[in-house]
């Protein structure tokens, strides 16, 4: 279990870039720069695929687990851009973010769980170090002309957070599967780019390699490891941990001299670190059998 909890961590790391090549990518629409990532993400599945063929026969894959995993990549995607479309980027993006707490809580109703204080606890403190770096200081500042884009951030974060926990109900359905969500998503992206979008294409050589590493990195490999980490991992801790994303998205920003530290990053920094390790208390501290005396 261990093991593929820093799997499904590696994951958070890699969604650590997704601002800074997202910013990279240049001015080219949300909804095309989905297509286009979530396109070259089914390409690492594909290759994947290659590199290590199924050693049994295919079994087939449920309904209710394309639609909890198309729902889940597209889903997500399409109400938190239509969520910034109607609200303020601040508040939209808290509210989204609410998915980890929703995770270690929603546990409790997977079997063989069981939700403890100190879950919740690390949750909610990061949480708080995660309201820290989305606010940047600005403060909240909710109003009742934006509740229909607070809803579909809303949204965004239980659309998440059910395809995160729905997913640890079908463990024998492989990660390979997470290739044709991608492919779905990238589809499906295209349409409502056509629909909603003017085509603007990233215009420099570096524009598209950010896009490319997008697509490689954060809306590519992150998937599927985040699949291997929420099956069969310790969800409760996963879940407590992504909080460490807008973190170390942060730090990824001050790094390339996007952004400048502060005492506020620090703050965070201590809150989501103490609320993993508590999150974590019971992997991290487990108490050895005592020996038996012979």
């Not at 100190?118 to 606010?135: D, R």
């Not at 598209?208 to 801790?237: C, E, H, S, T």
Request: glycine share 10%.
């Amino acid at each position: 279990m261990a093991r593929a909890t820093l799997i499904g961590f590696s994951a958070i790391a890699m969604w650590a870039l997704l601002a800074l090549l997202t910013d990279a990518s240049g001015q080219t629409p949300p909804f095309l720069l989905s297509a286009m990532t979530f396109a070259i993400g089914t390409a690492v599945g594909i290759v994947a695929r290659l590199l290590s063929p199924p050693s049994g026969p295919r079994q087939p894959v449920p309904v209710q687990v394309w639609i909890i995993g198309i729902g889940g990549l597209f889903g997500y995607h399409f109400f938190y851009f239509t969520a910034l479309r109607n609200a303020p980027a601040v508040e939209a993006s808290l509210i989204a973010y609410l998915w980890p707490l929703l995770i270690v809580l929603g546990s409790a109703l997977m079997p063989g769980e069981r939700l403890r204080w100190f879950h919740v606890g690390g949750a909610l403190l990061g949480l708080a170090g995660a309201a820290l770096i989305v606010t940047r200081g600005g403060g909240l500042a909710f109003e009742s002309r934006y509740a229909f884009g607070y809803a579909m951030a809303g949204v965004c974060a239980v659309l998440w957070s059910g395809y995160s926990l729905l997913s640890r109900r079908f463990p024998a359905v492989p990660t390979s599967t997470v290739t044709w969500f991608c492919a779905a998503t990238s589809l499906l992206s295209l349409l409502c780019h056509f629909l909603l979008e003017e085509t603007v294409l990233p215009a420099t050589s570096g524009q598209w390699l950010a896009v490319l590493a997008l697509g490689l990195m954060p809306v590519g490999a992150a998937f599927y490891v985040w699949d291997i980490g929420v099956k069969r991992g310790n969800i409760q801790v996963l879940g407590a941990a992504s909080y460490a994303a807008p973190l170390l998205s942060t730090l990824v920003l001050i790094a390339a001299g996007v952004a400048e530290p502060s005492m506020r990053i620090l703050a965070a920094c201590l809150l989501i670190t103490a609320g993993a390790v508590l999150a974590a208390k019971s992997m991290l501290f487990q108490r050895r059998p005592a020996r038996q005396p012979a």
